[in-house]
T-cell receptor, first 114, second 112 residues
């Protein structure tokens, strides 16, 4: 079974631009979560989508947004990029079993903002 | 609010020796606890989880963790370390749902 895939793997943008990252979950997984990983702040939860609806949200500004499509694929968007948005963005998927299940992570998208 | 503390930034251990990576947590209600490992330039790999039941949880690659409710701890252990275990280890907690709160990570270095 294929794992979680994220595209692109690397991205370089300049301040003020916007960016869209994509995540394809494991087949059959309907929950997709996004995390930001930086050396200073560590791993921080951005948001979770389930059945095309945002189910949970972390403490990030409104410049960070996401969506989920009917095939469970998800995208996250960051508008008006700032230098501090440089990070590894990780996507994770899990089953909707009704219990708390482990999340399976993709390799991440490394975003560099210049 | 939920939080995780990993008090050691780095743990060094000789190959063949037992290893322990420490984790304490704080959460409202019942805790759901996880350990993940991250290799350089890679995403996180799931090692094991505690949901309910036995306090000793066995996971991938010979790792295990012990849930201690009174000490709010969930330390990761392995009886005999391998050089290939060298990586960054994260403990995570949730009180329910998929919003994981991670610790700051512990770099494990296993030396010959």
């Amino acid at each position: 079974k294929a794992g979680v895939t994220q595209t692109p793997r690397y991205l370089i943008k300049t301040r003020g631009q916007q960016v869209t990252l994509s995540c394809s979950p494991i087949s059959g997984h309907r929950s997709v979560s996004w995390y930001q990983q930086t050396p200073g702040q560590g791993l921080q939860f951005l948001f979770e989508y389930f059945s095309e609806t945002q189910r949970n949200k972390g403490n990030f500004p409104g410049r960070f947004s996401g969506r989920q499509f009917s095939n469970s694929r998800s995208e996250m968007n960051v508008s008006t990029l700032e230098l501090g948005d440089s990070a590894l963005y990780l996507c994770a998927s899990s089953l909707p079993s009704g219990r708390v299940d482990e999340q399976f992570f993709g390799p991440g998208t490394r975003l560099t903002v210049l | 609010a939920q939080s995780v503390a990993q008090p050691e930034d780095q743990v060094n251990v000789a190959e063949g020796n037992p290893l322990t990576v420490k984790c304490t947590y704080s959460v409202s209600g019942n805790p759901y606890l996880f350990w993940y490992v991250q290799y350089p330039n890679r995403g996180l790999q799931f090692l094991l989880k505690y949901i309910t039941g036995d306090n000793l949880v066995k996971g991938s690659y010979g790792f295990e963790a012990e849930f201690n409710k009174s000490q709010t701890s969930f330390h990761l252990k392995k009886p005999s370390a391998l050089v290939s275990d060298s990586a960054l280890y994260f403990c995570a907690v949730t009180g329910g749902g998929n919003k994981l709160t991670f610790g700051t990570g512990t770099q494990l270095k296993v030396e010959l």
